[in-house]
């Protein structure tokens, strides 16, 4: 890197109050949206329409992400499930581009990002950003190498600069050095680029699940 994380508190600041502010107003202007998809997971696959996802948040502190199901509700272990040469991609990048657990209508709410909308309220509760880097998997920490620390220094987002630039098509040591770039090099005028990409790259749906 050639450059070191400093903390930016005017950043910060108003970085928070937009997101509270925007957060507030997408739940209150998308609020029929969330209650059709709420209506539709059940109805297409049974179970709960949402589902809670444990992830390490900023200063590694555990939160729960809030998604729209897109999975089947399956309780078996994912090396149940899965074929071998699946649960092999799966252990190395933690996703698979065929995943067979999830619904038909799961793949279209991941394929437009459609499953990522209830993270409004992780957002507006100040577990989340708009911006900055994927929340991840406890698992996945072991799987991250040394000097990596700058990602738990700030909020993860709900996008980010890896999202923006490969998302799924990354490797996982692709991913971390955009995540550790975004951290580094964050501000209000890359966060707002970010948001502009990321709407076109939702649109597409390219790199997306």
């Known amino acids: 890197m050639d450059k070191e994380y400093k903390v930016k508190p005017f950043y910060c600041f108003i970085k928070r ?12 202007v998308l609020s029929p949206l969330l209650i059709i998809l709420t209506i539709l997971v059940p109805l297409t696959s049974k179970g ?3 589902y809670l996802d444990k992830r390490l948040g900023k200063n590694k502190k555990i939160i729960r ?10 309780t078996r272990e994912v ?6 040469e699946e649960y092999k991609e799966y252990v190395k990048t933690f996703k698979l581009e065929n995943d067979p657990r999830t619904t038909k209508f799961g793949r279209f709410l991941r394929k437009t990002s459609l499953d990522e ?3 409004l309220f992780n957002i507006l509760k100040g577990d989340l950003s708009f911006v900055g880097p994927r929340p991840i998997v406890e698992k996945e920490y072991e799987h991250l190498w040394d000097n990596n620390e700058e990602i738990f220094k700030v909020k993860p987002g709900l996008t980010g600069y890896w999202a923006v630039n ?16 975004y951290v580094i090099h964050r501000s209000l005028w890359l966060d707002f680029k970010i948001l502009v990409k990321t709407f076109f790259v939702a649109i597409s749906g390219k790199g997306a699940l």
């Open 166 to 181: 490969g998302r799924s098509n990354t490797s996982y040591e692709e991913r971390i050095k955009l995540e550790q770039y």
């Open 117 to 119: 909308l209830p993270q």
């Open 48 to 50: 709960s329409p949402f």
């Open 17 to 28: 109050c937009f997101d509270i502010l925007c957060s507030f107003l997408a739940i209150i």
């Open 79 to 84: 090396a149940e499930i899965l074929s071998e």
């Open 65 to 74: 992400i809030i998604k729209f199901r897109s999975m089947k509700n399956d």
